[in-house]
C-alpha cells in the first residue's frame, strides 16, 4: 500500500474516532442536561455549581435549543474533586448541601455520576490529545485515574455524585453564553460559544496544577 493509501487510511481512522466520541459526549451531555431539567429539580434555585439565571435558561429551551447545549465538543459534567473512597452505603449517609432529596432523582444522579466517572477512567487509560481536551482531563489528573484498578474504580463510584459540578462552572461567561446562543438564532454565534469549551479545555491543559481544580468548579450540586 502506497504512503498515500496509508495516510488517507488513518485520516478516515481518526474521523470515525473523533465522531463516534463526539457522538457518545452528546449522549454524556444530554442526560446531564436531563439532571438539570429534571421536574423534580425544577425548584432549585442552584445546582452544580450553576445559578438560578442559568438554570432558568435552560429550562425555557425548547428541545431543538437543548441540541445546542449538548452539542458542545466536550463534556459539560466533571467531578471536583475527583471522588475519594469513603464508607458510604448510599446517598443517604452523606449530609446533602441542597433540598433535592427526591429519590427518584438521587437514583438517576447516583446513576449518572458512576458512568461518567467509568467514562472518564476509561479514557484516562487510553489517553489521547482527543480525550484530554474532550473529557477536560490535566495530564495530572489523567494519570491518577490510569492507576486505579477495576476494584479502586468500584470503590470510588460509591460517592462520585458527591463530586460533581458543571464544566466550568466558574468561569464568569461560558455558561451565561451557551444559553445566550442555544435561545439564538445566529448559527455563527452558536458554533462560536460551543466551540469555546473547547478552548477552555485546551487550555486548562497548560495550566499550573495548583490554579482551578483538574476537574474544575464547586462543591457537590451546590
Not at 452528546?26 to 436531563?34: A, E, G, M, S, T
Not at 439532571?35 to 442559568?54: E, R, T
Not at 469555546?196 to 479545555?201: D, F, W, Y
Request: charged share 15%.
Amino acid at each position: 500500500m502506497s504512503t498515500d493509501c496509508l495516510e488517507i487510511s488513518k485520516n478516515i481512522t481518526l474521523t470515525h474516532v473523533i465522531a463516534v466520541q463526539m457522538q457518545e459526549i452528546r449522549q454524556i451531555n444530554q442526560q446531564f442536561l436531563n439532571l438539570l431539567l429534571h421536574p423534580d429539580a425544577l425548584a432549585a434555585n442552584s445546582m452544580f455549581g450553576l445559578d438560578y439565571g442559568v438554570l432558568d435558561g435552560l429550562r425555557r429551551l425548547s428541545p431543538e435549543q437543548q441540541v445546542t447545549v449538548i452539542s458542545v465538543p466536550g463534556l459539560l459534567a466533571e467531578f471536583s474533586p475527583l471522588p475519594h473512597i469513603a464508607d458510604i452505603d448510599s446517598i443517604a449517609d452523606l449530609q446533602q448541601p441542597c433540598a433535592l432529596t427526591n429519590r427518584v432523582w438521587q437514583r438517576e444522579l447516583q446513576g449518572f455520576a458512576d458512568r461518567l466517572l467509568t467514562c472518564i477512567w476509561h479514557a484516562a487509560k487510553h489517553e489521547t490529545p482527543i480525550n484530554a481536551a474532550c473529557m477536560g482531563l490535566r495530564p495530572a489528573t489523567s494519570r491518577k485515574l490510569a492507576q486505579w484498578s477495576f476494584v479502586a474504580l468500584s470503590r470510588h463510584t460509591r460517592n462520585a455524585f458527591a463530586s460533581l459540578v458543571a464544566s466550568h462552572a466558574r468561569h464568569p461567561t461560558f455558561w451565561p453564553d451557551l444559553v445566550a446562543c442555544a435561545h439564538s438564532n445566529d448559527p455563527l454565534r452558536k458554533i462560536a460559544s460551543q466551540l469555546s469549551l473547547l478552548q477552555l479545555s485546551v487550555a486548562r491543559q497548560d495550566a499550573p496544577e495548583d490554579s482551578e481544580s483538574c476537574m474544575a468548579a464547586r462543591p457537590a450540586y451546590q
